[in-house]
């Protein structure tokens, strides 16, 4: 069977975590299946997406999207694609990544407003279009199907509901890393011998709220020290500034290390530095760098929301969460895991990495693609 995944591209840019999603899992596809990659790269004075280079038989196609990609140029290229085809064109998949963004209006319009006290108003007001946009391109494309790149069945219902079409959710896969280092090894390199090393992974963003981390570093020993392993997006250039002077004015500036972009050997030195992950993030459907650290197995301290608690009903125990959002008690909370009792196996995280795997993930996402409608709408997460 043929499949064409097509990858959404911008000029002059690191490669998204989104493209990196569509190319591992067409990666996996091609060791059974006819696979051919479709990168697409925005135009810089268009604004677009040139369709028209893509000719030939595409079989069926697997888009990655998000609200915060360059929407409307992903929905007017996947528009034409789909045009361009022939046959049934719910054959086609769109994979749907940060989907909490568009569930339900209240957390559109929560969401909407953060996103407006932040300054961010060209993104607030993109955001706040794209459900809308979607249902028309529901209409004018006929029936593709979606899928969620998430954890949250909840989710998945109220997206369903929204767009007037059945979803189905899918947990980001763990990929196999192609470089690891050993703890004690990578610190030395890095100069962070002796340090309690706590990194927070990807690209500066709010949601990941760096700024709770940094207060908690306030409270803990000198011996701590908190990795920021990522740089700023191109719009989150305000926030990652005000990152930076919040750690001059907290006096941390010897105990805080911001790498900027990491290539992937870079990027998996200081992984295998780090004795503690912080994934505090206010929500996501999904998290790229979350699926990473579980690739690695190492301890994670994640956020009591829930598309992160989620993970530990497949796996008990396998992330620690943290019920309380003050500093005080997140630096409490920090300790007693460093400086506790620790499983040298971490058995809970292997098995949910082994649920987790690229395989699995393909298998379902197959699923969606070859069986009925009927079918199709009775999938669910782990199925």
């Known amino acids: 069977m043929r499949f064409s995944f097509v990858h959404f591209t911008l000029p002059d840019e690191a490669e998204s975590g989104i493209v990196r999603y569509g190319r591992h899992l067409a990666a996996q596809a091609s060791l059974e299946e006819e696979v051919t990659e479709i990168a697409l790269t925005l135009g810089k004075q268009s604004g677009r997406f ?18 915060y990609y360059h929407p409307q140029a992903c929905i007017e290229a996947m528009r034409a694609l789909v045009r361009k085809t022939s046959g049934d064109p719910a054959k086609h998949l769109i994979i749907v990544h940060d989907s909490n963004r568009l569930a ?112 908690a570093l306030s409270h803990l020993p000198e011996n701590y020290h908190l990795v920021l392993a990522g740089g700023a997006t191109d719009l ?3 926030y990652f500034r005000s990152i930076e002077e919040s750690i001059e004015e907290m006096g941390l500036a010897d105990r805080v290390t911001i790498t900027g972009y990491l290539q992937e050997r870079d990027q998996a030195c200081y992984i295998g530095a780090t004795d503690l992950a ?20 190492k301890p994670i301290l994640v956020s009591q929301v829930q598309e992160l608690s989620l993970y ?12 309380s959002d003050d500093p005080i008690s997140l630096a409490g909370r920090i300790q007693s895991i460093l400086e506790g009792p620790i499983d040298d ?16 993930t393909w298998e379902t996402y197959r699923k969606c693609l070859v069986e009925s409608e009927e079918g199709f709408s009775r999938l669910v997460p782990m199925a």
């Open 278 to 297: 912080i994934c505090l993030y206010r929500g996501g459907a999904a998290s790229g760098s979350l699926s990473t650290w579980i690739a690695h197995r």
């Open 104 to 215: 339900s209006p209240f957390n559109q319009f929560t969401r909407f407003r953060r996103l407006l006290q932040l300054k961010l108003w060209s993104r607030a007001i993109q955001i706040k279009r794209v459900g809308d946009q979607l249902k028309r391109f529901l209409r004018d494309a006929l029936p593709t199907k979606f899928a969620l790149s998430a954890f949250d069945q909840k989710q998945t219902v109220e997206l369903s509901a929204r767009l007037a079409y059945d979803c189905v959710s899918v947990p980001h896969f763990v990929e196999e890393p192609n470089f690891s280092f050993d703890n004690e090894d990578a610190k030395k390199s890095l100069g962070l011998e002796g340090k309690q090393v706590l990194t927070i992974l990807g690209f500066l963003s709010p949601h990941k709220r760096h700024r709770l981390s940094l207060q």
């Open 345 to 360: 196996e971490l058995s809970a995280l292997a098995q949910l990495k082994t649920e987790l795997s690229l395989e699995r």
């Open 50 to 67: 040139d369709v028209g280079q893509v000719e030939g038989d595409l079989g069926r196609m697997v888009f990655q999207f998000s609200p």
């Open 236 to 238: 989150s250039g305000s």
């Open 312 to 323: 530990n009903e497949t796996a008990p125990g396998a992330l620690e969460v943290l019920t």
